[in-house]
C-alpha cells in the first residue's frame, strides 16, 4: 500500500478490502512492498481517492464495500453502489413487484423493515418499499422530499397504527442503510447506517399488520407513483432486533441463525383440536395429557415424565417464538426434543399466558417436540401453541438482482418481477456491464490513461500523456 498526501493506491489479495475512515494518509510517500492482507473489515465512510493501477480479485462489485463514492485518478467518480450491483429506478414507470404471501404479514407480531438506497432526486418523495390494498389500507417505507425519513401501517379508516419517522436530510448520490425495528403496540426504533435516530413522530397503537397485497420496491400503487432512486437491497424480518443484532444483520448477508424464517407456525393443530392418537398429538409416556373441546389439560399424575409429541423440524442455532395461552393453572414444564434432550435456552416453570410470546434459541436439532410435565407440575391447561421460525422473511440482496426478477433469499421464494429498471453494476466475470461517469471538467495536471466523462462536450476523454482525445468506436 502506498500514500501520497490526501491519495491511497492499493493491491489486495483478500476477499474484502476495505480501508478505515479512521486511518489517516501520511503527508509524504509511504511505501509497503509485497501484498497487503486485511483480516478484519475497514469501513470507507467517506471518499477514497486511487491514483495508481487498483486491482482486487473477485472484481470491485463484488468485494469492495464502501459507504461513499470511489474516485478514480484524482477526479472521476463512479456512482457504484456497495457490494456490487442495483437496481436504477427512473421515477417514471421502473418498478419491483413480488406475489401476494403470507410471508410478509406481520399478524399482531413484532418486525422490522430494511432497505440500502442511494437517493437520486432530493427534490420528489422516495419510495423505498410498500404494500397497497385499497383505500388508506397499506404500508409505506419511505424519504420525504424534505429530508423526513418515514414508515407506516395504516388501516381501513386511514389511522396510522404503527408508524415512525426521523429526520434524515440525505444527500444526493450517497448510499443509506435504513432500518425501522417496531415492537407492534409498544415501540419504534430507526437507524441510519446502523445508529440509532431520534425520532420526531412515533405511533404505536398497534393493530393487525397484514394485507391482502405482495410487496413493490421504487413504487407504490397508491397513485400509482414512481420513485428515481437506486436500491441494493431490501429486507423483511419477523422480529424486533436489537441495536447489536441490527449491527448482526447490517454487518454481512443474512447470517445463519435469521435465515429460513416464516410467518407460519411449524405446529400442526396447535389448538388442540384433535384428540391424541387421532391426530398429530401422542402421548408417548405417562397418561396425565388429554385433548378436548379445544384444550390440553395436564392432571397431575405419577411416574415420572409425562409427554405430549408431534412430529416437526427445528434446526440448531436457529431463532423461534414460542406462542401459549394458559387458560387455567401455571404450566410447568419444558420443550424436549424426540430424544428428551432440551430443545431451546429457556425451561419454562411456573409460566401463565402473559409470559409469551417469547423468543428462544434453538440449542438442538429436532424431528419431534415434546412438552415434558412431571409429578410435581400441578394442574393446568394450553391452547393456541405456536413456534414460529423468526428472522429474515424476505431477503433481497443485491447478489440476487438480475435483469428480470430479484431473487428472494429468505428460502420462501417470493421473488420479484422487474418491471424496466436498469441494473447498476451487474458483472459478467469481472467486467462491469454498467459503469457510470460523473460528468467533470478536464483536469489541469492529468495522468496518462486517464478516463473522464466530459462535461462540456458529453463524450468520453482520454489523457494520452500530451493531449485529451476523445474515444471513439472503432
Not at 489486495?12 to 489517516?24: E, P
Not at 456490487?84 to 421502473?94: L, Q, T
Not at 446502523?194 to 413522530?201: D, E, K, M, R
Not at 467486467?431 to 496518462?448: R, Y
Request: aromatic share 10%.
Amino acid at each position: 500500500m502506498s500514500g501520497s498526501g490526501g491519495l491511497i493506491s492499493f493491491i489486495s489479495r483478500a476477499r474484502k478490502s476495505f480501508i478505515s475512515s479512521i486511518w489517516t494518509p501520511p503527508s509524504g510517500t509511504a511505501q509497503i512492498n509485497g501484498d497487503v492482507a486485511v483480516t478484519g473489515d475497514q469501513a470507507i465512510t467517506g471518499d477514497v481517492a486511487v491514483t495508481g493501477e487498483t486491482s482486487l480479485d473477485g472484481g470491485l462489485g463484488a468485494d469492495l464495500d464502501a459507504k461513499g463514492q470511489y474516485l478514480l485518478n484524482d477526479q472521476t467518480t463512479t456512482n457504484m453502489m456497495s457490494k456490487g450491483p442495483a437496481y436504477r429506478f427512473d421515477g417514471v414507470d421502473d418498478k419491483v413487484t413480488t406475489g401476494t404471501s403470507t410471508d410478509f404479514d406481520f399478524g399482531t407480531g413484532d418486525g422490522f423493515i430494511s432497505a440500502k438506497f442511494r437517493v437520486e432526486n432530493l427534490s420528489t418523495l422516495v419510495d423505498l418499499v410498500s404494500r397497497y390494498d385499497s383505500g388508506n389500507d397499506r404500508m409505506r417505507f419511505y424519504l420525504q422530499s424534505d429530508g423526513t425519513f418515514n414508515g407506516y401501517f395504516k388501516k381501513t379508516d386511514g389511522a396510522t397504527v404503527q408508524g415512525a419517522t426521523f429526520a434524515m436530510a440525505p444527500t444526493a448520490g450517497t448510499e443509506y442503510d435504513v432500518k425501522w425495528v417496531f415492537v407492534n403496540g409498544t415501540s419504534n426504533a430507526m437507524y441510519l447506517n446502523g445508529v440509532p435516530q431520534t425520532l420526531t413522530s412515533t405511533v404505536v397503537t398497534g393493530g393487525t399488520l397484514s394485507y391482502t397485497a405482495g410487496l413493490q420496491f421504487g413504487s407504490t400503487l397508491d397513485g400509482p407513483t414512481y420513485s428515481e432512486v437506486s436500491i441494493s437491497e431490501v429486507m423483511l424480518g419477523n422480529f424486533a432486533p436489537s441495536a447489536s443484532q441490527v449491527k448482526d444483520i447490517l454487518s454481512a448477508n443474512t447470517p445463519f441463525k435469521w435465515i429460513g424464517a416464516s410467518q407460519t407456525s411449524v405446529v400442526t393443530d396447535g389448538t388442540f383440536d384433535t384428540a391424541i392418537g387421532a391426530g398429530t398429538w401422542t402421548e408417548p409416556s405417562g397418561t396425565s395429557w388429554n385433548i378436548a373441546a379445544g384444550v390440553a389439560d395436564y392432571t397431575t399424575g405419577s411416574g415420572g415424565n409425562h409427554v405430549l409429541q408431534q412430529s416437526i423440524v427445528i434446526e440448531k442455532g436457529r431463532r423461534y417464538t414460542i406462542g401459549l395461552d394458559v387458560p387455567t393453572g401455571t404450566t410447568s414444564l419444558f420443550f424436549a426434543n424426540q430424544a428428551g434432550a432440551v430443545l431451546f435456552n429457556s425451561v419454562f416453570a411456573a409460566y401463565t399466558s402473559a409470559d409469551f410470546p417469547l423468543n428462544v434459541i434453538a440449542l438442538n436439532d429436532a424431528t419431534a417436540i415434546q412438552l415434558i410435565a412431571d409429578d410435581a407440575s400441578g394442574t393446568f391447561s394450553i391452547d393456541n401453541f405456536s413456534v414460529v421460525p423468526i428472522g429474515v422473511v424476505a431477503d433481497y440482496p443485491s447478489h440476487g438482482i438480475s435483469e428480470t426478477h430479484w431473487t428472494d433469499a429468505s428460502g420462501n421464494n417470493n421473488d420479484g418481477a422487474v418491471t424496466g429498471c436498469e441494473v447498476l453494476n451487474q458483472t459478467d466475470g469481472q467486467a462491469f456491464k454498467n459503469i457510470i461517469l460523473s460528468p467533470v471538467g478536464q483536469d489541469a495536471t492529468p495522468k496518462e490513461g486517464q478516463l473522464i466523462y466530459n462535461s462540456a462536450t458529453n463524450k468520453l476523454n482520454v489523457w494520452t500523456g500530451a493531449a485529451w482525445e476523445v474515444v471513439t468506436s472503432a
